[in-house]
Each structure stands twice: as structure tokens, then as C-alpha cells.
């Protein structure tokens, strides 16, 4: 089955820079990669996805890229503020399993003022 | 739609009591996740079901938990009996197969069992 690891696991920034979380996945059949964003006692809630026909894809601050050959795939924040202080997880499925998402063991974002 | 309504959001019970999660899906929505969230293990697929039909329960850690889904608006999850370490927060999820759409989370139900 699908393997998705993720890294770091924790990650601290001043305001304002940008941060990187990565995420890699084993199965070549996967091409839906969506990003999850939880904040303290709440829910998961998609921040953005991209599918495998995409290399990269952008929404205002956020923006994510996907290298199908090497399997690996990335979450890019830019000019991060404190409510961007959150876990993120990253996520992969396939056609094949009904889309049943595998997610990553996430990452605690922490934004300094 | 009011998203996937997840209850109790709270239960506290007593070691060997048996437990029932409950979960409503998006309307129209025809598979439906359960995961279990904890610092230890993150988010981890239990069960999930398509058109009502569990298709993979192969993240169900043993035989006390199980699952239904009896109609495509209503699905259980039951532990019985519960222990300590099946303290966690419960997830379900739903979203609509064909489409390649996001999977969208309930709130949640924090189990403590003591």
C-alpha cells in the first residue's frame, strides 16, 4: 500500500519568511495530493491539491509542486503570518484505492511574531 | 449543507464499557472514512466505506472495534470492549468518489476511556 513520509516534523519561522514542508509517497499510482491544514482542537480542512497532469499550482500565499519522477511533493507558504501556526498534513491517493487517502505523520508549524 | 455532523463530540466512559461513534455524511456524498487521531500515531485510517460497502477495514486495530454504515446517511463505529489506549480523537470523513473531490472531516469525537 501507499507510504507517505513527511518532514519536519516541527518547523518554526519569524513572520513574514516562508516555509517549506515536504512530503514524499511510494505508490507511482497515486495522482491526487491534497494538503490539510489543523489547527488546535479542530478538524483537518483542505488547503489546496494538486493532481499528477499538474507540476505546480498556486493560491494567493500558498503554493504547492509535485515531481512525479522523484515521487516527492511540496508545500510553500510564503510571508507566513501567526495564524498560519498550525499542523499541515500531506496526503496521497490513487484510482485505485477508491481514493482512500493516506496522510502524512504531519508537521507543527509555528509562526514567531 | 451543514458538512459531515459527527456525534458526541465528547465521551468519557469507564474501561470495558462499550462505546458508539456516530456519523452523518454530506448528502450525496457515497464514501465515508473513519480515522483516529492520535500524537503517537497521527491520523490513521480505520475503515473506509464506498456506496455503503466497507472496501478496506485493514487499519481496524482488533476484533472490538467495528463499523456500519446501514444507509448512505448513517455510519457507526463500536468499541467493545474499550480500553485505555482507545483514546483518541475520532475522525469521520466523506466525499464523492468520481469526482476526485476533497475528503471533508467532521469535528470529531474525543474519546477518553479510564
Known amino acids: 500500500g501507499e507510504n507517505v513520509e513527511q518532514h519536519p516534523s516541527t518547523l518554526s519561522v519569524q513572520e513574514g519568511d516562508s516555509a517549506v514542508i515536504k512530503c514524499t509517497y511510494s505508490?507511482?499510482?497515486?495522482?491526487?495530493f491534497p494538503w490539510y491544514k489543523q489547527e488546535l482542537g479542530k478538524r483537518p480542512q483542505l488547503i489546496i491539491d494538486?493532481?499528477?497532469?499538474?507540476g505546480e499550482k498556486k493560491d494567493q500565499r500558498i503554493a504547492v509542486t509535485l515531481n512525479k519522477t522523484a515521487k516527492h511533493f511540496s508545500l510553500h507558504i510564503t510571508e507566513t503570518q501567526p495564524e498560519d501556526s498550525a499542523v499541515y498534513f500531506c496526503?496521497?491517493?490513487?484510482?485505485?484505492?477508491?481514493?482512500?487517502?493516506?496522510f502524512g505523520s504531519g508537521t507543527q508549524l509555528t509562526v514567531l511574531p | 449543507d451543514a458538512g459531515v455532523i459527527q456525534s458526541p463530540r465528547h465521551e468519557v466512559t469507564e474501561m470495558g464499557q462499550e462505546v458508539t461513534l456516530r456519523c452523518k455524511p454530506i448528502s450525496g456524498h457515497n464514501s465515508l472514512f473513519w480515522y483516529r487521531q492520535t500524537m503517537m500515531r497521527g491520523l490513521e485510517l480505520l475503515i473506509y466505506f464506498n456506496n455503503n460497502v466497507p472496501i478496506d477495514d485493514s487499519g481496524m486495530p482488533e476484533d472490538r472495534f467495528s463499523a456500519k454504515m446501514p444507509n448512505a446517511s448513517f455510519s457507526t463505529l463500536k468499541i467493545q470492549p474499550s480500553e485505555p489506549r482507545d483514546s483518541a480523537v475520532y475522525f469521520c470523513?466523506?466525499?464523492?468518489?468520481?469526482?476526485?473531490?476533497?475528503?471533508?472531516f467532521g469535528q470529531g469525537t474525543r474519546l477518553t476511556v479510564v
Open positions: 494538486i493532481r499528477s497532469n499538474v
Open positions: 496526503a496521497a491517493s490513487n484510482p485505485g484505492s477508491a481514493r482512500q487517502l493516506t
Open positions: 505508490d507511482s499510482a497515486s495522482n491526487y
Open positions: 470523513a466523506s466525499s464523492l468518489v468520481e469526482t476526485d473531490t476533497e475528503a471533508f
